[in-house]
């Protein structure tokens, strides 16, 4: 798929509605404060995106700054040819006193929305075939399938013991629905040298799972997954959004029972350590993230397993392994399995502070490396698959995934934090490169 970055706009708003101090050289702040960032880009097979997301923060009386009493995020973004982002977030520990709750209520429309099949290195990767250049091209769509999805998430903790012991609790309904990419949609208004391939002419991977039995008919069309989810958490972070010291420690348990017309059930055990080193006072700081997740019983729909359990969303998915959310520059939703384990590195520098409009900012640069792989396969019907050509499918090939890279952070008062990463794949199995912009460190 080609992509050309139009214009990226990254404008940092605030308005102080009510009034604002000054202490020393930082300004505290007070009440309703915003941030804001639009973006305009162009893809060959989605069209324009256009679009706007904002952050909405409550300072109260401006004594826990740079904590907030609320926080409100509002994102609506799509695509012309269909695909968008329609998102509701909502933050606060004094909507219930004594209790961190937070909701999220999403829909999320993806047009070509990226499918490399099960098992990490298992599954054989060519970029020829998605790439209208080469003598080998089948389509641009051959590694995608449309997936539309709706979410309503919420999740509690409150204290189990002193002030850094926490329990979790929360329930996630998401409704999945899936099938082949609309190439119809995608083709109008397009020259016929630029048009798609139909999948009859060309069926792409997610058709050829179908047809060699490793999807399910029951599975084919998406469906409801209602999951519930409790456990543990440790968290001693200075500062939520930017952390410089601290552990962030998790352990869950999410479960789905068959209810509310789900089509099976199924457990999975998340594990999740996050620790944070000052190097050197408020500008240079090591962190690091590792994680297991694993499923513990019954049958997982192929396309909830993308899904990346966590305590609390930053971002409007948590998926991969692959992308923005887990291991920057390897191809989103790469390394799928039953069970995964992946990790990060990363250096943070603050490189520059001031004070503008009134607000306090930063410019910081990280590097970073990230990791991963699938540690429990998702099982595949080895009649399915007996003969089927070494092209698609390669067995006993997973090995850890690696990529690297860096990024430039702009923040504004320590909380609406604009990151914009550039990773690199190690290996050609994983692609290439990848950029991403949008809000909120990696974690």
């Not at 269909?82 to 998102?87: D, P, W």
Request: charge should be neutral.
């Amino acid at each position: 798929m080609k992509k050309l970055l139009l214009s990226t706009l990254c404008i940092c708003l605030s308005l102080g509605l009510f009034s604002q101090t000054e202490k020393k050289e930082d300004l505290i702040k007070k009440n309703w404060n915003f941030g804001a960032l639009p973006a305009v880009t162009f893809d060959t097979d989605l069209g324009f995106q256009y679009g706007a997301l904002v952050d909405l923060y409550n300072y109260g009386d401006g004594s826990r700054y740079p904590k907030y009493n609320h926080k409100f995020y509002f994102e609506v973004s799509r695509f012309t040819k269909g695909s968008g982002i329609n998102r509701i977030y909502y933050d606060s520990d004094q909507l219930i006193k004594g209790l961190q709750t937070t909701f999220d209520l999403s829909y999320l429309s993806d047009m070509a929305y990226d499918f490399y099949g099960f098992n990490g290195y298992d599954a054989v990767y060519k970029s020829d075939w998605a790439d209208d250049t080469s003598a080998d091209y089948k389509s641009r769509m051959f590694y995608k399938y449309d997936r539309k999805l709706f979410r309503f998430k919420g999740d509690i903790q409150g204290k189990l013991s002193g002030e850094n012991f926490r329990w979790i609790t929360g329930w996630n309904f998401q409704n999945f629905k899936v099938g082949s990419v609309n190439i119809e949609k995608l083709n109008k208004g397009k020259d016929d040298e630029d048009k798609l391939p139909t999948t009859a002419e060309q069926p792409g991977l997610f058709e050829k799972y179908q047809d060699w039995g490793i999807i399910s008919g029951d599975e084919v069309d998406g469906g409801f997954v209602p999951t519930f989810k409790g456990g543990i958490v440790f968290d001693t972070r200075d500062n939520q959004p930017n952390p410089m010291k601290g552990i962030w420690t998790e352990a869950v348990i999410e479960a789905s029972p068959k209810i509310l017309g789900a089509e099976s059930s199924f457990s999975k055990l998340s594990l999740t350590h996050r620790q944070y080193f000052t190097i050197v006072p408020d500008n240079l700081s090591l962190v690091y993230r590792l994680a297991y997740q694993t499923t513990l019983g019954g049958t997982v729909p192929f396309y909830y397993q993308s899904q990346v359990i966590t305590s609390q969303l930053t971002g409007a998915t948590s998926e991969g392994l692959g992308g923005a959310s887990t291991i920057r520059g390897i191809l989103r939703n790469r390394v799928i399995g039953d069970g995964i384990f992946y990790g990060n590195v990363e250096a943070r520098w603050k490189v520059v502070r001031f004070n503008f409009i009134k607000n306090n900012f930063y410019i910081g640069l990280n590097g970073f490396t990230d990791f991963g792989r699938v540690t429990k396969k998702i099982p595949v019907n080895p009649n399915a698959t007996f003969g089927l050509p070494g092209d698609y499918l390669k067995r006993a090939a997973e090995k850890m995934h690696y990529s690297y890279g860096g990024g430039l952070i702009v923040a504004m008062n320590e909380n609406f934090v604009i990151a914009m990463d550039y990773g690199m794949a190690a290996d050609k199995q994983d692609g290439k490169s990848g950029f991403y912009m949008g809000l909120n460190y990696l974690f």
